[in-house]
């Protein structure tokens, strides 16, 4: 993983200016990783396995990892869900529950083993082949493989960013709901906010097409 532009910045430092309600949920899921209490041991270390290959966090000590499984565990033992589905999904729970056996269903069809026995190669060949709706498996006879795989990943990103320790990485000093911002046009950054140590790309891309220098020149339409 590439060093982050905002190296040494702590949103923690910032708490001071969060809403109480808000400082006080933040603490609590740094303190307390919910206890598991809707996966099966089987299923959290297949997650555990898929977790680290969508979003590896090599760079970090293990007690320092984002703890993610757990809080995906909690939305779905409470239903605390989106409250939709499509036409062709199940209910959330039945989704995960089928999609975890399908994934070590497709890797024992593959190479034998399920799917946290693998290495690294063979699970990123087992998750790519999810994705694109290829898999061997019953489970993926009544379960869209690529819905499915949209759904983890979409889980597993939202998990990592409602954690303070990836807020660090992307310069982000936490809810600013009693301040506000005053500066809200891209690259452009208020007091309090970090700077970073070099320019980013993404901010260099959208002023481009800000002021109509972009490919196009639809001057700040981006789709």
Known sequence: MKPSPYAGFDPLDEARNWEDRTREVVFHRLQHAPEIRFFTEREVATLDAIVDRILPQEDREPEARVPITPFIDQV??????????????????????WGLAGID?????????????????????????VQKGQAEGEVWQRLPAGKFFGKLVQ??????YAHPAAWAEIGWPGPASKRGYMRTAYGRIDP????????????????????????????????
């Open 155 to 160: 889980q597993v990103i939202s998990m990592y």
């Open 76 to 97: 779905l033992f409470e239903d605390d869900t989106d409250g939709f589905r499509k036409a062709d999904m199940p209910w959330e729970q039945d989704a995960w529950k």
């Open 192 to 223: 309090w906010q970090p700077r970073p140590a070099h320019e980013l790309p993404s901010v260099a891309l959208v002023q481009a097409n800000e002021d109509g220098s972009g490919a196009g020149g639809s001057g700040g339409a981006l789709h």
């Open 105 to 129: 269903e497709t890797s024992r069809a593959r190479f034998g083993a399920d799917f946290g026995a693998l290495d690294a190669e063979r699970q990123n060949e087992v998750l790519s082949a």
